[in-house]
């Protein structure tokens, strides 16, 4: 197995066949070469820089059925809220004065906020903090909305692949959505110059090594410049909501194999992985991730936008505690930096 790491390290591609042998024959030395290594990586092309993202959810109303999801549209016990534009420009302003340089702006398939209004959202915010990143997760739109958002000046954008393989999509989620459709809004995105992040759950139902296999093709095809990965954790009001959480050792081990397959990819260490064990931000930064993402959001909504049951967002991960999570990095040697931390792709791989 260390050799097939090794290989990933020095050439960042692995055949299908490798992956899945990879994937489901680790060990405890491979888990361990792998995240030195990887944390070898992240130290070549960011040195021990962890970027910081103002996260603001500004709306959990949600038009999919996403079966893994809290906000989905079935589930009766979410509290509805959506941000007003002067909320989310107050949020901007406190994170600023924290020392957040990007900002990104999450939440469902809200139809309440139509191109219009993102417009004028993304213009205000980019007007008002020019030397800020601006990034957008609201998921699938046509090319023509996508494009408006540009223009308006948005910089980047997250869209999670969630799952590469077709039928494993379909388990996942209701009919009405399509893996075909998730790709097609992915690669649309890159060719209007966003920083793109594609991701997947680890963990989720009817994953398997040859479903990240998949996954791991796709992202090198892709060549995003983020990737998103976290345990799938159940949430109990959601069709999934009996399954089992995906680990902490899966989420590492996968972590450190995108930073090696993608040495230059902008790598957070997600609230979901803090979820699932107090010192997440920690291991996944010591497994290759180089960026953390605070939870921005007022924290009188903090609790509606439930995507999975026992979410953290008033402990270290809030943005008005940033100095504890400073410290925490500062205990790892890597160091909280203010910048908009866009993607070096420089591709740094062997040394
Ligand atoms: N509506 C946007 C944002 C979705 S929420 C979009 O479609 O992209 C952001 C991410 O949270 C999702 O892409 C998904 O990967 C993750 N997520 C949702 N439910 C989850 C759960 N139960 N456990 C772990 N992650 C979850």
């Keep these: 197995m260390r050799e097939l790491v ?3 390290f020095r050439t960042g591609e692995l055949t299908e066949e490798e992956f899945r042998r990879l994937i489901r024959h680790r060990t405890k030395e491979t888990e361990r070469y792998a995240r030195d290594l990887a944390c070898q990586v992240r130290e070549k092309n960011y040195g021990n820089q962890i970027y910081i993202r103002g996260l603001i959810e500004f709306t959990n109303y949600c038009k999919n059925d996403c079966y893994y999801c809290g906000i989905r549209k079935s589930n009766r016990n979410a ?14 302003r406190q994170g600023y004065d924290l020392g957040f340089r990007t900002f990104v702006l999450q939440g469902g398939e809200d139809g309440y906020f139509t191109p219009e209004r993102m417009e004028k959202i993304i213009r205000t915010v980019k007007e008002t903090y020019p030397d800020c990143a601006l990034t957008l997760s609201v998921g699938e739109k046509d090319e023509e909305t996508y494009r408006i958002y540009r223009e308006a000046g948005a910089d980047r954008y997250l869209l999670r692949h969630e799952t ?3 039928e494993h999509y379909r388990r996942l989620h209701p009919r009405s959505l399509s893996l075909e459709h998730r790709k097609g809004c992915l690669r649309t995105l890159k060719k209007l110059g966003f920083q ?9 139902p009817g994953q398997t090594p040859e479903t990240l ?17 976290g345990p799938f954790i159940a949430h109990r009001d959601t069709p999934l909501g009996g399954e089992l959480n995906g680990t902490l050792q899966d989420t ?5 194999l995108v930073r090696l397959m993608l040495p230059d990819v902008l790598l ?13 931000s920690e291991l996944g930064i010591l497994s290759g991730a180089n960026v953390v993402m605070p939870n921005l959001s007022p924290v009188s909504v903090r609790k509606k936008y439930m995507l999975y049951d026992g979410k953290i967002c008033t402990g270290d991960e809030a943005a008005e505690h940033l100095e504890n999570l400073a410290e925490r990095m500062k205990k790892i040697g890597c160091r909280i930096v203010t910048d908009r931390g866009d ?7 062997a040394f």
């Design 6 to 8: 090794d290989r990933l």
């Design 343 to 349: 993607c070096r792709r420089s591709a740094l791989r």
């Design 213 to 229: 296999a998949e996954d791991f093709l796709f992202l090198k095809e892709l060549n995003p410049e983020m990737v998103g990965i």
């Design 196 to 204: 793109t992040g594609a991701g997947f759950m680890v963990g989720s």
């Design 252 to 256: 590492l081990f996968y972590l450190a």
């Design 164 to 166: 590469a393989d077709e």
């Design 79 to 92: 509290q509805r809220y959506r941000l007003s534009q002067e909320d989310i420009l107050e949020c901007c």
């Design 268 to 280: 957070p260490a997600t609230t979901a992985l803090g979820t699932i064990h107090p010192e997440g």
